[in-house]
Structures are given as structure tokens and as C-alpha cells.
């Protein structure tokens, strides 16, 4: 059942608003927080010490090779 009643104000003042608040500019490192299993954790954990590199890096490496080959496929 669809409720008449309208909440939103007819007039919404956006004057102190700020733009671009909450823009990610391209290149930024992100934290996202992300849950993997454990055994996919540990494979890259140790890749990641083998090469002496961050996880972080790896991951990410990983993961825009994946990207250009999704793109290749299109």
C-alpha cells in the first residue's frame, strides 16, 4: 500500500551546499574495506611477501589486470 502523504519539502535550499564533497579524483588510493576467504588471503599474502611488495599493491595490480582483460573481451 503507497503511503499519500508526501515528506519531502516543496523548496529544498541547497545554498550551503559544497560540490565535488565527496569526488574521488582518478588516481586516489581508496580504502574499501573487503571480505575475501581465507584461503584467497593467504595465496596472496604470500605472493605479496615473496615479491616485497604491500598487499594493498598486489591486490590492486591484480585486479586492473583483471579489469583490462574483462575489456579485451567485450
Given at each position: 500500500m503507497?503511503?499519500?502523504k508526501?515528506?519531502m ?5 541547497f545554498?550551503k551546499?559544497v ?5 574521488i ?7 574499501m ?5 581465507k ?6 599474502s ?27 573481451l567485450?
Amino acid at each position: 500500500m503507497k503511503s499519500e502523504k508526501n515528506d519531502m519539502p516543496a523548496d529544498i535550499d541547497f545554498s550551503k551546499g559544497v560540490r565535488g564533497l565527496h569526488h574521488i579524483p582518478p588516481g586516489a588510493k581508496v580504502l574499501m574495506p573487503v571480505s575475501i576467504e581465507k584461503g584467497v588471503w593467504e595465496y596472496f599474502s604470500g605472493k605479496a611477501e615473496q615479491r616485497g611488495v604491500e598487499l594493498s599493491e598486489l591486490v590492486t595490480e591484480v585486479l586492473k589486470r583483471d579489469m583490462e582483460i574483462n575489456e579485451a573481451l567485450k
